[in-house]
């Protein structure tokens, strides 16, 4: 198998990862999936959670991918520290003792291009010599959980960073959650597991499905453009009231799901993304054309079914509240 496309055994998630009792329980919870070391974002983020001082916040993986120097890793690492932090694909590939024949750890599909996975494992190489060069920093990032169970005013939350199976599965993803028999998987795992919601990120894709017995949401990743109408991340917000800043959203039982743009510094992240990844390097070759234009759908593509456009509900008896 290709490295980028091989999903090592130790990424599949034991059956039990959401049984027992929740981690925590707050009325409002913030899913950051794919921060990719933009530390434009993650303050963007920290501004954004004055306003909601009680609202708790789980990073679900690939916090670090942009951030080569060692100060900017560093930065994030801080950062980071007072939340709940699981480690992606990227983390747990450079937490290994020794380098693994996964490469970047992404497990990319068939229908990603060679090139991208090329681009992600030179990527991964360039990252992996600047954890070499911070002690003690391997062992963090080996050390964080691939999972987490939260509860939400009494809604049981399942957080990972790929699926419900594997730390860098690709069934959340749009093409996946369009497809009926996937949908009805994805439902009887709901309902058998006593979960409202699964939030994920890992495909670099927003994408959000409500179904009979709760919600998948995946918000693509907060430390890049996600759609063709600006250049702004996606964080998931779950909770007990909806917020006037979502791009979309669904209510599951009283409890509201929803996406929010996160508006960074452009410029400021040009400048960062540049300085680290000058022409022709990798990096620069695979995102530096979406970090300045956006990505090429629009929103509406993110959904799958039973979420609205948030500029389409008119007032909250739009939203069953």
Known sequence: MRAGRECPLDYRLPADSFTGSPLFGCD?????????????ALTALQRRLTSEPAARVVFNGDAH??????????????????????????ETELGRSEPGDAGCGCAYPDDVPDDTVDWSNQIHASLARTVSGLPGMRDTLAGRPATALVDVAGHRIAITHGD??????????RTALQQPERRRELDA????????????????AA??????????????????????????????????????????????????????????????????????????????????????????SAPEAALSGGFRLASTLCSMEDLNL
Not at 189 to 204: K, R
Not at 279 to 285: C, K, Y
């Open 65 to 90: 991918w942009f951030d080569c120097s060692a100060a900017i890793f560093t930065e994030i690492e801080a950062g980071l520290g007072g939340h709940t932090v699981l480690r992606g694909n990227v």
């Open 164 to 173: 419900e199976h594997s730390l860098a599965g690709w069934g959340c993803d």
């Open 207 to 296: 994408a959000a499905l409500q179904l009979e017995h709760g919600v998948v949401i995946n918000n693509g990743a907060t430390g890049l453009p996600n759609f063709n109408n600006g250049r702004y991340g996606v964080v998931t917000r779950i909770s007990t009231h909806a917020h006037a800043s979502a791009l979309y959203r669904t209510v599951f039982e009283g409890l509201v799901v929803e996406a929010l743009p996160l508006n960074y510094d452009h410029q400021a992240f040009m400048v960062d993304f540049d300085s680290q990844w000058p022409a022709g390097s990798p990096a620069q070759l695979s995102y530096r054309e979406r970090i300045l234009h956006g990505a090429d």
């Open 28 to 40: 409002t919870l913030y899913v950051v999936g794919g921060l990719y070391g933009n530390r434009q």
């Open 189 to 204: 795992w709901l309902a058998g597991s006593d979960l409202s919601v699964l939030a994920t990120s890992h495909t670099c």
